[in-house]
């Protein structure tokens, strides 16, 4: 058969119209904007425009890139450190968040089976409250005069108001507490399909519970925990309004110099570049954890 | 996403993820629904091509700062003209700028800061009034008047909303207590500048504007260079002034000052003189017992005019002329500084300002301490850069 009939067979089977809507989906929204964001990286910036990338001299096109922004992203400290600043917060919240996560979806898992979709909604609750307002309640917490202070000060364990806002302690709290249903779900969802029966057979063999967790059971939930890890990390990279509401001057993140080459330095050039730089650290990572997960599956 | 379609995941999971992204989504791109519609609906008016001698749907987009309206001012203009306004705020020239540029904003009335407002008259996105349709226009205080010219000769473009300054606010009681026997300083800006005194006012909070196009005008007049100088050394004089008092600096922000001042969680602020008015006067309304104070300093703080402009691509430029034209009326402009306690440039309207707002020296300054203030001025791009680089580096202490 020539490939040309194959194709048309596919068309008439309907294939081309299930892959061609997610496909178009992704090509509209994920990568013709990606592309336009690199064109804008590699122009300059005028007064109150971008620079043409094609500009006509007689009728002839000449093409002008401009790559001094990239340059001048790795020349300057302030970019590289405040990347590594970025995926250290990031890398935080994602292991705290396994480290609570876990163990919640996994006595979530083992709950009767009744109970589950109660123990899920529960999870999902917050989510009916602007996630702004929630962020902002934090603040209203972790203040010097607020409540938790004022708590421990009126029952005398500490005499001068603890200092809780505005610096690392405060951003992690609120990236956790935000990320931590992105943790929870996919771990849920693998460890509820985990067959008890090899636990079974590990303790008729003389395992201990502890021993048959770390040999069974984790292992097994290998897929939900990078599925788990993907969700929190990668959004957290890119975080700006949680480190701008709970951070302070010394947890600048990534979305913060963005904001300043957009907003203060009037830039787009640059803080287009700046994105493209950030995609490119999250793909890294991702692209790892993807063919680690691939393999998995083969096994 | 591969991740997301292992084969150990059930189906119900990934519709709850789904709608777990699809809620924060939602919540997010709410944020800036109330714009987005105002702008929508904007163009999508069947007049929006109408000519502007002719009849104008009656519609009014305007964009302004936070907390700088009287409870009045819309719906007076809205019973006089039969306009409908539709009124959306921001808080920094920065987010105003970015979408003035970004153009098609749907507004057809903006208030940039004056040296801004220079910005998107040079780049051809502010129009030139009709002075026949503002006869209200004989009310502005000559002076004011001259000041703007600077940035905008001829008055062709900008109109003042109101005004004030930046300078040194603080907590009076707080501050007596953090000095102990130091008396306060002869130069005022010392409170914020001067590691001898930031030292012990650390222990009650000192706070700072996060605009470095404000503080650094200020910073280099303090270590005697030029307010906007284009020489990078001199805005490296000024970062190294600033970074020994940075281990004494509690927090950067600046909208939320008239909240930390007026609940007592900072005594000193470099910020806008009429916030620091706008707090003492919650705290004496809220009964807080915060005693707070804006200072007017010999050295100068950094004026600045907030001020009416009507985009190039305003759809609505008529009902733009006959708002402009509202707020010069005397009653209207003394009502906007009666209620935000920030100057306006309306000489007709002295006679309505509340005495206590009049004859408060810090509001309406004196002669000679106007002379003192750094007049609205403006730097380059690259040297934009500068400041913005050197007050990130400042804000994070290294």
């Known amino acids: 058969m020539t490939k040309l009939a194959r194709f048309s067979q596919s068309l008439t089977s309907g294939k081309l119209i299930v892959i061609g809507v997610p496909m178009a989906w992704f090509l509209l929204l994920v990568a013709i904007p990606l592309l336009i964001i690199m064109k804008i990286s590699l122009s300059e910036m005028e007064a109150t425009s971008v620079s043409k990338m094609i500009s006509w001299t007689n009728g002839l096109p000449t093409l002008k890139l401009n790559f001094s922004n990239y340059q001048f992203i790795f020349s300057d400290a302030l970019y590289v450190k405040t990347y590594i600043?970025?995926?250290k917060y990031a890398l935080i919240t994602t292991l705290i968040c396994l480290g609570i996560g876990y163990p919640f979806a996994y006595f979530m898992a083992r709950a009767p089976k009744h109970i589950q979709p109660t123990l899920l909604m529960l999870i999902m609750l917050p989510f009916w409250t602007s996630?702004?307002?929630?962020?902002?309640?934090w603040k209203t917490l972790l203040v010097s005069n607020g409540v938790i202070n004022n708590l421990l000060m009126s029952l005398h364990v500490i005499n001068a108001p603890l200092d809780m806002m505005n610096n690392s302690f405060s951003l992690t709290i609120g990236m956790v507490y935000s990320y931590l249903p992105f943790m929870i779900l996919p771990l849920y969802a693998n460890l509820s399909k985990l067959?008890?029966?090899y636990l079974e057979a590990a303790a008729d063999l003389g395992t201990s519970p502890f021993k048959a967790f770390w040999l069974i059971t984790v292992p097994l939930s290998k897929a939900g925990i990078i599925a788990g890890s993907m969700l929190v990390f990668i959004p957290a990279v890119g975080e700006y309004v949680i480190p701008e509401l709970l951070g302070g001057p010394s947890t600048l993140m990534i979305g913060r110099v963005l904001w300043d080459e957009f907003f203060s330095n009037n830039d787009w050039p640059m803080a287009a570049a700046v994105a493209v730089v950030m995609i490119a650290l999250i793909l890294v990572p991702m692209a790892i954890l993807n063919r680690a997960e691939a393999k998995l599956e083969e096994a | 996403m591969r991740f997301l379609s292992n084969k150990h995941s059930a189906p119900t999971i990934k519709l709850m993820l789904a709608l777990l992204f699809g809620i924060t989504g939602l919540t997010i791109a709410s944020c800036g629904q109330k714009t987005e519609d105002s702008a929508k609906s904007a163009d999508t008016t069947p007049n929006a091509a109408a000519p502007a001698t002719g009849e104008e749907e009656k519609i009014l987009n305007i964009y302004n700062w936070s907390d700088y309206l009287a409870e009045d001012t819309i719906p007076n203009f809205e019973k006089e003209t039969g306009i409908k306004v539709r009124y959306d705020i921001f808080d920094s020239n920065e987010i105003l700028h970015a979408k003035m540029i970004a153009k098609n904003t749907g507004y057809d009335i903006v208030v940039p800061s004056s040296n801004w407002g220079k910005m998107q008259i040079d780049g051809g996105l502010i129009q030139k009034l009709d002075k026949s349709k503002l006869p209200n226009w004989k009310n502005l205080d000559p002076t004011v008047l001259a000041q703007l010219a600077q940035l905008d000769p001829g008055n062709e473009h900008l109109v003042d909303w109101l005004w004030s300054y930046t300078t040194v606010g603080i907590n009076v009681d707080k501050v007596k207590t953090a000095l102990g026997d130091m008396p306060m300083p002869e130069n005022t800006w010392d409170l914020v500048f001067d590691p001898k005194y930031t030292s012990k006012l650390k222990s009650c909070g000192i706070s700072m504007l996060d605009a470095p196009s404000e503080v650094f005008p200020i910073a280099l007049r303090y270590v005697h260079k030029p307010e906007f100088s284009l020489v990078e050394a001199d805005y490296k004089a000024a970062f190294d002034m600033l970074m020994k008092v940075r281990p004494d600096i509690k927090r950067f922000n600046s909208g939320g000052q008239i909240e930390d001042l007026a609940s007592g969680n900072i005594c000193v602020a470099l910020g806008w003189a009429g916030d620091f008015n706008l707090a003492r006067k919650r705290s004496i309304e809220n009964k807080s017992e915060q005693n707070?104070?804006?200072l007017v300093t010999k050295m100068g703080g950094y004026m600045f005019?907030?001020?009416?402009?009507?985009?190039?691509?305003?759809?609505?430029?008529?009902?733009?002329?006959?708002?402009?034209?509202?707020?010069?009326?005397?009653?209207?402009?003394a009502g906007l500084t009666n209620a935000v306690t920030y100057a306006n440039p309306n000489k007709a309207a002295t006679e309505f300002v509340n005495p206590e707002i009049r004859n408060n020296k810090t509001i309406f300054l004196s002669d000679e301490d106007v002379k003192?203030?750094?007049?609205?001025?403006?730097?380059?791009n690259a040297t934009r850069r500068i400041e913005t680089r050197l007050y990130t580096q400042f804000k994070t202490g290294t």
């Open chain 2, 305 to 333: 005019m907030d001020t009416m402009a009507i985009p190039t691509d305003a759809k609505h430029p008529n009902n733009a002329h006959k708002f402009i034209n509202y707020v010069l009326d005397a009653k209207v402009h």
């Open chain 2, 292 to 294: 707070i104070e804006a």
């Open chain 1, 195 to 197: 067959d008890l029966r």
């Open chain 2, 372 to 380: 003192n203030l750094i007049p609205p001025g403006n730097v380059d």
């Open chain 1, 85 to 87: 600043s970025s995926i």
């Open chain 1, 131 to 137: 996630f702004l307002l929630r962020i902002y309640a």
